[in-house]
């Protein structure tokens, strides 16, 4: 049994699409982030970093980082990664590098300046907007032609699809991305995405966008 400890974000999202594609048994426990349950002395002994999502499985691993968790869910299925070491592995890696470091830290602050904080910087809602736009370009041209990031469906999905689910956030029209826009919609009609996206707690369906 695993213990998801998460929210309704895109980083706690990320792996609860995993799960429910993986088909592991988990238990979702909601940590309210906007209530500050993350400083709580509970959670920090599963995570001292403050942050969901983290996992702990009976084996006694106990993980934070979702890119970190990713990889252990991959390896604990068996499923949704190319075997260790081969070409196809670090195409992989680099893409799941690609979102914990680009698109998802610069969509976050994106979120902060456009949706949570309109008006507070012109300077800065220009910057990440852009940068989001950039991001977005770089994942149009590579999903140009293709369904998925690598040949079939994998982690970097789950890594990538519940920040672009946050497109109204950073400001960002899908339909100036018609390849992210058809690989989207594409997932979000899979029920393993619409389970995931429903925990830890249901807030509405998928947005799609016009
Ligand atoms: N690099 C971390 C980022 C985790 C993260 O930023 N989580 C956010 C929610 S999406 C959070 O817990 N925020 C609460 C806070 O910053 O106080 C990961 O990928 O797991």
């Not at 509970?42 to 968790?69: C, M, Q, R, W, Y």
């Not at 058809?182 to 016009?210: C, S």
Request: aromatic fraction near 12%; proline fraction near 8%; glycine fraction near 8%.
């Amino acid at each position: 049994m695993l213990t998801l400890y998460s929210w309704t974000t895109p980083n706690g999202r990320k792996i609860s699409i995993a799960l429910e594609e993986m088909g592991l048994d988990y238990t979702a426990v909601p940590i309210d982030i906007t209530k500050g349950a993350q400083h709580d002395p509970a959670f920090l002994a599963v995570n001292p970093n403050h942050k969901i999502p983290a996992l702990v499985d009976e084996t006694g691993a106990a993980i934070n980082e979702s890119g970190a968790i990713l990889l252990y869910l991959a390896e604990k299925s068996g499923k949704f990664a190319p075997a260790h070491g081969t070409p196809d592995y670090w195409e992989m890696m680099r893409w799941l590098m690609w979102q914990m470091s680009g698109f998802g830290p610069m969509l976050g602050q994106a979120h902060h300046f456009l949706h949570y904080n309109p008006g507070l910087s012109d300077y800065s809602e220009k910057r990440y907007n852009d940068e989001a736009k950039r991001l977005y370009g770089i994942l149009n041209a590579h999903l140009t032609g293709r369904d998925y990031i690598l040949d079939d469906l994998s982690i970097c999905e789950f890594a990538i699809w519940p920040w672009a689910a946050r497109f109204d956030y950073h400001k960002v029209d899908l339909n100036d991305f018609p390849a992210v826009k058809d690989w989207y919609l594409r997932l979000a009609d899979r029920p393993g995405f619409q389970r995931g996206y429903a925990q830890p707690l249901d807030v509405g369906p998928i947005p799609r966008p016009e």
